[in-house]
């Protein structure tokens, strides 16, 4: 399967490549940003809830905050 869609460009067959990060694109996806829809990785993703995610940027912008690995609204 890599053989026969290797991107050599990328130096990566396309399934990986499409399976990337678009925020860092270092590594594989593991969901999606719930505010601007990017995919992102471990890294680049916060967990919300087990099933939801934001990215970093998104959660500086709509006010979200990390307290002891934990997803808080901050009280305005």
Do not use: W
């Amino acid at each position: 399967m890599c053989e026969d869609d290797f991107d050599y460009e990328k130096n990566m067959c396309l399934v990986c490549s499409n399976t990337r990060c678009e925020i860092c694109g270092k590594k594989p996806s593991i969901g999606y940003c719930r505010v601007c829809g990017r995919v992102g990785c471990e890294d680049c993703l916060i967990e919300e809830t087990p099933v939801s995610y934001v990215c970093r940027e998104c959660a500086g912008k709509i006010g979200l905050e990390l307290n002891a690995k934990k997803l808080r609204y901050k009280l305005r």
